[in-house]
C-alpha cells in the first residue's frame, strides 16, 4: 500500500503477505543499481531469518595511520538466498579458523538472557563423520571489542532490511573516526564484493569531479576519467 500501483498487493485481513514481493524487489534493486531513487521513505520489514544460514569467511587487512601499521580482520558475511543478511567481524587473532575454510554455517543456538547466541560451523554442518567439523560456540562473543559488536549489528540491521549495499560501505568511509577507522574501512572492503558490477555510485569523482563514479570490482571508478578510488 502506498507503492506504486500493481507492485505490491495486500493479501489476507492482516495484510502481512504480498503477491509480485520478489518483482517489486527486483524493480526497486534495478532502480537502485542505476543511481534511482523512490519518491518517498519505503517502509520494509526484514525476512525471517533461519536457523541456519550459509556464510562466506572474509579475511583483508587495512592499512593504519602509520607506515608500518596495519590491522588484520576476519568477517563471516552470513547469507540469505545469496544476498548478505548479516555480519560479524573482529581482529583476526580473535577468531582463529583455519584459512582452508573459506565458507561455513551460522546456527542460532538459542538465547542467553536477552542476547541472541550463534554458532559458527565449519566443515561438516550434519556431523555425519565423513568430513571434519569444527565447532565455534557463541561466536559473537568472541570478537573482543564489544563496540565492535554493536556496529556490526546496526551494519546487519540494514543489509536485512534491504538498505543498499552502496549506500552502507559510502556512510562507513565517509567519517574517518580513530576509534573505527581501520573496522570500519576493513567492513566496507568486504561488503563492497557483494556490489553488482556496473552499478552507479552516488560518490562524485575526487579528481575531475564528475558524478559519473560506478563499482567496478568493489571500487567506485570514474567513467569520465578513469580514477578509482582503490588505486
Known amino acids: ?31 537502485v543499481r542505476q543511481g534511482g531513487r523512490p519518491g518517498r521513505v519505503i517502509m520494509s520489514s526484514a525476512p525471517k531469518r533461519p536457523e541456519v544460514l550459509e556464510c562466506d569467511i572474509i579475511r583483508t587487512t587495512v592499512r593504519g595511520k602509520g607506515k608500518d ?18 555480519v560479524f567481524g573482529g581482529e583476526n587473532e580473535d577468531l582463529e579458523v583455519p584459512k582452508r575454510f573459506k565458507t561455513g554455517w551460522i546456527v542460532k543456538d538459542g538465547k542467553h538472557g536477552d542476547r541472541t547466541m550463534y554458532d559458527l560451523v565449519l566443515g561438516s554442518l550434519q556431523n555425519d563423520g565423513e568430513k571434519p ?42 567519517d574517518p573516526e580513530d576509534d573505527f577507522q581501520s573496522y570500519n ?33 568493489g571500487c567506485p571508478s570514474c567513467l569520465i576519467c578513469g580514477s578509482s578510488s582503490c588505486s
Not at 140 to 155: G, L, M, N, P, Q
Not at 209 to 214: I, P, Q, T, Y
Open 1 to 31: 500500500e502506498g507503492s506504486r500501483e500493481g507492485i505490491l498487493v495486500a493479501k489476507g485481513s492482516g495484510g502481512t503477505n504480498c503477491d509480485n514481493c520478489d518483482d517489486a524487489a527486483d524493480k526497486f534493486k534495478a532502480l
Open 69 to 86: 601499521k596495519s590491522s588484520q580482520w576476519v568477517f563471516l558475511v552470513g547469507k540469505l538466498q545469496g544476498q548478505p543478511y548479516e
Open 133 to 174: 567439523r569444527v565447532v565455534i560456540n557463541n561466536v559473537a562473543k568472541v570478537f573482543s571489542d564489544y563496540e565492535h559488536a554493536t556496529f556490526s549489528r546496526i551494519v546487519s540491521l540494514g543489509l536485512r532490511h534491504g538498505v543498499p549495499i552502496k549506500y552502507i560501505c559510502e556512510q562507513l568511509t565517509k
Open 185 to 217: 574501512r576493513a567492513l566496507a572492503r568486504v561488503l563492497k564484493t557483494y556490489i553488482e558490477e556496473g552499478e552507479k555510485s552516488g560518490l562524485e569523482c575526487p579528481v575531475c569531479h564528475a558524478a559519473k563514479m560506478v563499482y567496478k570490482g
